[in-house]
């Protein structure tokens, strides 16, 4: 079955360093891959997405690309805020299927 | 309104009592889903319906749990006889068709915090 694998957290930085989450996954066929975020206190909010091998998504300063080779949708920010700090969730949908399978998430904490 | 609406936010339920949660999509979202998230975890697909066909129910855990849609529109999730290994949260989450939106990305309301006592 699909299934979505991403970093342990809790990841801690300090203000504007680099980041990077990495989420591998396994499919059947070529799924849609997304990343979503989840403040504290708040519902899961879409950050990016990208549908198709090599597409790269990117919100707020985030990037994420597809890499069918690897089978990797790594987020990445290049200097990370207090303000990012939040709960990342990878997640995939199947070619064939409808619902959504996430990465247990990743914590992630900014520093001042 | 704007985005996905559920309620209630929170509920504190004794073992063994039956709880009912509701879900307001999205307006002209026919696709309608369930997930739990326990604490600590993703969220995991529990049911899915377009718009009042409940398509999928793969991820109910038991009998005890209930989905429904009479008119396409609000959903209740409901949950029998309730049990400690319920508590999560319920997270509901609306999208358009898929044939209208290749990836389908879903909108997901803020969830309703279940704690069975």
């Known amino acids: 079955g699909n299934s979505v694998t991403q970093m342990e957290g809790p990841v801690t930085l300090s203000e504007e360093a680099f980041l990077t989450i990495n989420c591998t996954y396994t499919?059947?066929?070529?799924?849609?891959l997304f990343w979503y975020v989840q403040y504290p206190g708040e519902g899961l909010q879409l950050l990016l997405k990208?549908?198709?091998?090599?597409d790269k998504g990117s919100n707020k300063g985030f990037e994420a690309t597809y890499r069918k080779e690897t089978t990797s949708f790594h987020l990445e920010k290049g200097s990370v805020q207090v303000s990012d700090s939040a709960v990342y969730f990878c997640a995939l949908r199947g070619p064939y299927g409808q619902n959504f399978v996430f990465g247990p998430g990743t914590r992630l904490s900014v520093l001042p | 309104g704007a985005g996905v609406s559920q309620s209630p936010r929170y509920k504190v339920a004794k073992r063994g009592q039956d709880v009912a949660l509701r879900c307001d999509p999205i307006s002209g979202h026919v696709s309608l889903f369930w997930y739990q998230q326990a604490l600590g975890q993703g969220p995991e697909f529990l049911t899915y319906?377009?718009?009042?066909?409940?398509?999928?129910k793969s991820g109910l855990p038991s009998d005890r749990f209930f989905a429904e849609r009479p008119e396409g529109s609000v959903s209740t999730l409901k949950i029998q006889r309730t049990q400690q290994e319920d508590s999560a949260v319920y997270l509901c989450?609306?999208?358009?068709?898929?044939?209208?939106?290749?990836?389908?990305?879903?909108?997901f309301g803020p969830g309703t915090r279940l704690t069975v006592t």
């Open positions: 499919a059947t066929g070529y799924p849609s």
């Open positions: 989450a609306s999208s358009l068709p898929r044939r209208l939106a290749a990836s389908g990305e879903q909108y």
């Open positions: 990208a549908t198709k091998a090599d």
């Open positions: 319906f377009q718009n009042e066909a409940q398509l999928d």
